[in-house]
């Protein structure tokens, strides 16, 4: 498997835009999570499915986001207005079963925001 | 969730072991610990886990301690490749939250 698929790599839009990164997970797996990172926060969990259905979006930060799992094999997190306080990596990963019983988490190489 | 507290930093020499320290006080029975790490410009890669005993692998071994309220992570020989931020762990549901980490810096 080729890994935890993102894009773009790397995204420069203007406020205002709507903005849409992309994932594939790996195949097979049931869990699927967004994170962003910044230097000032770290990486936090945005948001994570279970067999396409989002389980818990606590850590959306605002209505301007939004994230769908229409199949297994792809997922979108959605920024509508972009805002120049959005810049910031996004990762997305994949698991088979749960993390408290499951061994390892694959992330994707992430998409660079940068929001202007 | 159930915190870890690592240091925010640490310094190796290449060649040499490299002991990674993290504190989970509130853990409780059946938390796994996990480690991972970033290395620069990449996302989080899993690195080991380990609920109770020692655990060894082809990247890291795992040292809890006997009440589980702290581990090392042990890298036996670090390379530069090691320069990273390592995380602690505990996952208690289904999500993996990460805390600050603490950056190895290796020199050569």
């Known amino acids: 498997d080729a890994g935890v698929i993102q894009s773009p790599r790397h995204e420069v839009t203007e406020m205002g835009q709507e903005v849409t990164l992309r994932c594939k997970p790996i195949s097979g797996h049931d869990y699927l999570f967004w994170y962003r990172q910044t230097m000032m926060r770290g990486l936090e969990l945005l948001i994570y499915f279970n067999n396409n259905v989002p389980i818990d979006d606590s850590g959306m930060p605002e209505d301007r986001f939004s994230a769908k799992m229409p199949n297994a094999s792809f997922s979108t997190l959605k920024i509508q207005p972009s805002e120049p306080r959005d810049s910031a990596v996004y990762f997305c990963a994949s698991t088979q079963g749960a993390h408290k019983f499951v061994t390892e988490a694959f992330f994707g190489q992430g998409t660079r925001l940068t929001v202007v | 969730d159930a915190k870890t507290t690592q240091p925010n930093s640490m310094e190796s020499n290449e060649e040499e072991p490299v002991h990674l320290p993290c504190n989970h006080s509130?853990?409780?029975?059946?938390?796994?610990i996990h480690w991972y790490r970033q290395l620069p410009s990449q996302g989080p890669e899993y690195v080991i886990h380990g609920l109770t005993s020692n655990v060894n692998n082809r990247m890291a071994s795992l040292a809890i301690a006997e009440d589980r309220k702290s581990s090392t992570l042990i890298l036996h020989r670090a390379t530069l490749r090691d320069a990273a931020v390592y995380y602690c762990?505990?996952?208690?549901?289904?999500?993996?939250?990460f805390g600050t980490g603490t950056r190895l810096q290796v020199f050569p």
């Open positions: 762990i505990l996952s208690i549901t289904d999500k993996l939250i």
């Open positions: 509130t853990i409780s029975g059946t938390d796994y």
